[in-house]
C-alpha cells in the first residue's frame, strides 16, 4: 500500500505570534520575582524562623519550576513557524539559562553562608527583570504579522 504525505497549512494570527512571543520572557519575570521582592526583608529584617523558611522556599521553587516548564516553552517557541517568535524566545532563554548558570559555579564557595545565596539571587533578579521588561516592551512594540505554517496530516 502505498503511502502518501499531504501537508496542511494552518493559520497563526499576529496576536498569538506575539502572546507566544512574550512567554518567556514573561516566565523570567515569575520565576525571579518573589526572590527580589523577599530577599530584602530575610536580609534587612528579622524575620520568624518559619517565615525565614516560607521565604527561602519561594526564593527557590519558582525558579526551579520554571527551569523545568521553560524546556517545554524552549521547544514549542523556538521552532515556531514566525521566525521573530523563535528569536525572541532563544533571547530570553539565553538570559535565564546564562543567569542561572552562573549561580551553580559562584555559589561553589557559599557554602551554608545563606545570605550570599540571597544576594545572589538578587542581583540574577535585577539583571533579568528590567532585561526582561525592555524585551516585552520590544515585542510590544514590533509590527506582527500573520503567519502560515505547515503540518503534515
Known sequence: MESQ???SSYFISADSCRRM???FNIGNIIAVAPGLIMAPWILLGEP???TLIFMFILMV???ILWFGVSIAVYTIARHHPNERVGHYTQQAAYRFYGAFGIVIPVGTF???QWQLWIIT???VALILIPWSLWELYRIQQEPWQDTYGEGEN
Open 121 to 123: 539571587g538578587g542581583i
Open 110 to 112: 557559599y557554602g551554608t
Open 21 to 23: 512571543a512574550r512567554l
Open 61 to 63: 521553587v519558582p525558579p
Open 5 to 7: 504525505n499531504s501537508t
Open 48 to 50: 520568624p524562623a518559619m
